[in-house]
């Protein structure tokens, strides 16, 4: 008997997924997760407030970015929500009036958990790279890590793995320096 092929999900099957879950549509399927647990949600947080503060707001830092929490990315067919996620203002200068984001951003961050690294990872690294996003960030709480990627000819470059508290100034955020210990809980 002949496999019946995959329904494609649709936007309007990731609106139907309750509001405390994450929903994405990765390579047409729908994937929902938990909304993270709080030392997950800890880390990207407090990375969220260590990036923001000197980018977006200009505080102590350079600005010249948008940095914001769980955007909603509408990459082609995929639609990804990334942890974290920042946009050079020279390249768009005004956040979109709509609810998503059709231009892929410039970095993005996923803080990995035992429910999302295999996704995070296998799935939507490879998107990322197929998007062109120059630069991706990936934090586990569990091991206490940060690794930095840099897209160099559409392969993912690992440029650096920081752990624990260790100062980090690393390539897009490179103009300023804070420490690690504060992302863990």
Same mark, same amino acid.
């Given at each position: +008997? ?6 494609? &999900? ?25 909304? /993270? ?9 407090? $990375? ?5 503060? /000197? ?5 102590? !830092?350079?600005? !010249?970015?948008?940095?914001? #929490?769980? %955007? ?7 639609? =990804? *929500? ?11 200068? &005004? =956040? %979109? ?5 059709? =231009? %892929?951003?410039?970095? *993005?961050? @996923? ?8 996704? #995070?990872?296998?799935?939507? +690294?490879?998107?990322? &790279? ?10 586990? /709480? ?8 840099? =897209? ?6 690992? $440029?650096?793995? $920081?752990?624990? #508290? ?5 390539? %897009?955020? #490179?103009?300023? @320096?804070?420490?690690?210990? $504060?992302?863990?809980?």
């Amino acid at each position: +008997m002949a496999d019946t092929a995959k329904k494609l &999900a649709t936007y309007e099957d990731l609106l139907a997924v309750p509001e405390n879950r994450v929903a994405e549509i990765v390579h047409g399927q729908l994937y929902s997760s938990p909304r /993270p647990a709080p030392k997950y949600a800890r880390a990207s947080s407090s $990375l969220g407030i260590e990036v923001g503060s /000197p980018y977006d707001k200009g505080d102590g !830092g350079p600005g !010249g970015w948008w940095i914001l #929490d769980e %955007p909603e990315l509408h990459l082609e067919s995929d639609v =990804l *929500v990334p942890d974290l996620a920042g946009w050079r203002r020279e390249w768009m200068p &005004a =956040l %979109p009036e709509t609810a998503w984001f059709e =231009l %892929p951003p410039d970095w *993005v961050c @996923e803080t990995l958990s035992p429910s999302t690294a295999h996704l #995070d990872r296998a799935q939507k +690294m490879p998107l990322y &790279a197929k998007n062109n996003i120059p630069y991706l960030w990936l934090i586990d /709480p569990d091991i206490r890590t940060l690794e930095v990627y840099e =897209l160099i000819k559409g392969k993912w470059t690992l $440029l650096e793995i $920081l752990d624990e #508290d260790k100062m980090v100034s690393v390539a %897009p955020f #490179d103009a300023t @320096e804070f420490s690690l210990a $504060l992302l863990w809980a």
